[in-house]
């Protein structure tokens, strides 16, 4: 006996022995007459019996192919239910953390998206931070993410692939009757002697945490302390008004009640922004994702560096490297600064 059996050999055989005739049964599985009976004779010879009488009148079982039938059809049955399943699990929703319901860049690429594949589902959360969706990702429960792939840790990025999506410009969102508040632009240099809150204490957003320290090495910029996560536009202003404090953000930052979001200039901070997801994971849904942030970049410009663009050296590596295995490269850079450390996406607010 053979250790294995081409199923193909046995779905030749089990349309035979349903039609008893090889032409009728060439037909139904759309080969060629002279295949299947090369299949039968194959799988006769691998099994060590005959399976049909052959005569020019008629096709008949042997006592063995009458014996072989109703295993072939479990074992076909059985592969039948493999591949359904195989392909359920292809179609099966895509979960996409888009880190803070507020936040456009995430957003919009999941939009077009949909639009793009509506027969798929893609499933937001919102659980800010790409340190804190990178072990999910690893783990299968979750499948996309955005953020600042260089911010993580290389044992993580090992395992995860990326595509540059956005340069996104930061900004500081500040307390009404802050004296900066007043300002249609805040520059960098401003913000010396401030005490920013940057995510300080979230494990989740230790990427933003770590660039906002690179951006505020040498200008005087204090890093606030670990607070509470503020959930809710009310949480947020509650601790903005208690704290005083600035909070570093993006331009796309929503809104909150009793602080301004102003962008920061000279230099223009900025947020590299990636697709992220799990090596080897393939379903409709991420080529959708993966279109749609190309399509989005291409059409808004995400990737294109205002000439006074701050960016730290490793993080422009990143960008520049384009897509990991599997993607087309972006367009080169334009207005490449010099290199500095710099910020990624903001974490939850304080």
């Not at 399976?51 to 059985?78: N, S």
């Not at 931070?129 to 990178?134: N, P, Q, R």
């Not at 260089?150 to 802050?178: F, I, K, S, T, W």
């Not at 008004?241 to 900025?270: E, H, Q, S, Y």
Request: hydrophobic letters at 45%; one cysteine or more; charged letters at 25%.
């Amino acid at each position: 006996m053979p250790a294995s059996i081409d199923p193909r050999l046995l779905r030749a055989f089990v349309a035979v022995a349903e039609d008893l005739h090889f032409t009728r049964a060439a037909a139904r599985l759309y080969v060629a007459q002279q295949a299947l009976s090369r299949d039968v004779r194959r799988l006769e010879r691998e099994l060590g019996a005959e399976l049909f009488v052959r005569t020019t009148r008629q096709v008949t079982l042997t006592p063995d192919g009458e014996r072989l039938l109703p295993h072939a059809r479990r074992v076909l049955a059985a592969q039948d239910d493999l591949l359904a399943a195989f392909a359920a699990g292809q179609a099966r929703p895509l979960l996409v953390d888009l880190n803070s319901a507020g936040l456009a860049t995430g957003r919009r690429v999941l939009y077009r998206a949909r639009e793009l594949a509506p027969d798929c589902e893609l499933m937001a959360r919102y659980e800010s931070g790409l340190t804190g969706a990178a072990t999910d990702l690893l783990a299968g429960r979750l499948d996309v993410s955005f953020g600042r792939f260089a911010g993580l840790d290389p044992a993580l990025r090992a395992g995860l692939a990326q595509q540059p999506v956005r340069y996104e410009p930061m900004a500081v969102v500040l307390p009404e009757d802050h004296p900066l508040a007043s300002l249609p632009e805040v520059p960098v240099s401003a913000l010396a002697g401030e005490t920013v809150y940057a995510g300080a204490g979230n494990p989740r957003t230790r990427e933003w945490t770590d660039l906002a320290l690179r951006l505020f090495e040498g200008r005087g910029i204090r890093l606030a302390p670990p607070l509470p996560m503020a959930v809710g536009d009310e949480e947020f202003a509650r601790v903005m008004a208690k704290t005083g404090n600035p909070v570093l953000a993006v331009v796309d930052f929503p809104p909150m009640p009793g602080a301004v979001r102003r962008p920061l200039v000279a230099p223009v901070p900025l947020s590299p922004v990636s697709l992220v997801w799990r090596k080897g994971l393939v379903h409709p849904g991420l080529t959708a994702l993966r279109r749609a942030a190309q399509w989005t970049a291409r059409t808004e410009g995400w990737l294109r560096r205002p000439a006074d663009g701050w960016l730290p050296a490793e993080d422009e590596e990143t960008m520049e490297a384009g897509v990991t295995p599997g993607g087309r490269p972006r367009p080169a850079a334009t207005g490449r600064p010099p290199a500095g450390s710099g910020p990624a996406r903001p974490g939850a607010a304080p």
